[in-house]
Structure formats: C-alpha cells, structure tokens
C-alpha cells in the first residue's frame, strides 16, 4: 500500500521536476525540499505502520495463550467432576468402578502361580455375605446415589 504511495510520489516528483520554470531557482529549491519532507513523512508512515503490525501481532498471540490457559482449566475442572462422581459411585456400588488410567494398571497383574490359596479368607466371606445387609432395591440405591451427588454439585 504505501510502495505504490512512494511509487505515484516518486512519479509526481518527476512531473513536477518537467515542469520547473529553470528560471526561477528559489521555487525549484522549495519544491524539491517539500518532495524530500513528503517522502520523509511517508517512510515514518511506512515504519509507524510496521510496529502496528507487530503490535497486534503479539496481542494476537497474548490473546491466544489466555484462551489456552481458560481450556486447561476447563479441562482441569472436568477431570475433578469425573474424579468426584467416581468415588460416590464406588460408595454405592458393588463392583469398584475404575477409570482407563487405572484399568491399564489392573491389566498387568497377573495370577501369581507360586502363592498359595488362602481359603480361609473365602469361607469367611461366605458365612458373612447372608448377614450384610444390602439395600431393598435398586430404587433405593439409585435415590441415595442422586442424593449423594446433589450433596456435591455434581449434578
């Protein structure tokens, strides 16, 4: 944009220069010395235009790194829910619910071979199961489950 401004000005200097009456010397000197300011004020223009480029070129990546930043934190706040509503329904279930990270880490134990059977602790777990009281019905588990997460703004 401003090359073809110098471009024209350059080309209205020459013009002008045709143009000069060679007979009076002290217009020819002023007329040169305006084209020189005019040339002068549009290379500050040129360098005033460049720094406001740069300028918003880094508030344009200042800008960016905040979005990124609110993502994370978004992210971070998410993962605390899932965490938080993980551990009530561990609470109110029978089976442990794991999540993938620590599901990758129950996949590597493997049936120890070389250990011996501890029966005792089996038999126990047998005469005790008929007199642990588990709940009614389903109904009930599920009501104090959304109690639970009502309790922590999950839901």
């Known amino acids: 944009m401003f090359e073809d401004f110098l471009k024209n000005l350059s080309a209205f200097k020459?013009?002008?220069d045709k143009e000069k009456d060679f007979s009076n010397t002290s217009t020819e000197d002023e007329n040169e010395r305006s084209t020189e300011e005019s040339i002068?004020?549009?290379?500050?223009?040129?360098?005033e235009k460049d720094i406001d480029e740069e300028n918003s070129e880094t508030?344009?990546?200042?800008?960016?790194?905040?979005?990124?930043?609110?993502?994370?934190?978004?992210?971070?706040?998410?993962a605390n829910k899932i965490k938080d509503i993980e551990k009530v329904l561990?609470?109110?279930s029978d089976k442990p619910i794991t999540s993938s990270k620590s599901s990758a880490s129950n996949?590597?134990?493997g049936i120890q071979l070389n250990k011996p059977i501890?029966?005792?602790?089996?038999?126990a777990k047998g005469y005790v199961n008929p007199?642990?009281?588990?709940?009614?019905?389903?109904?009930d588990r599920i009501g104090l489950l959304y109690e639970n997460l009502k309790?922590?703004?999950l839901i």
């Open 131 to 139: 007199y642990i009281q588990q709940p009614t019905s389903q109904s």
């Open 118 to 123: 501890d029966f005792s602790s089996v038999v």
């Open 59 to 78: 508030e344009n990546v200042i800008k960016n790194l905040a979005n990124k930043k609110e993502e994370e934190k978004k992210e971070d706040g998410l």
């Open 107 to 109: 996949l590597n134990t």
């Open 151 to 153: 309790k922590q703004n």
């Open 40 to 47: 002068k004020i549009a290379q500050k223009a040129i360098q």
């Open 90 to 92: 561990t609470a109110f």
């Open 14 to 16: 020459n013009e002008v």
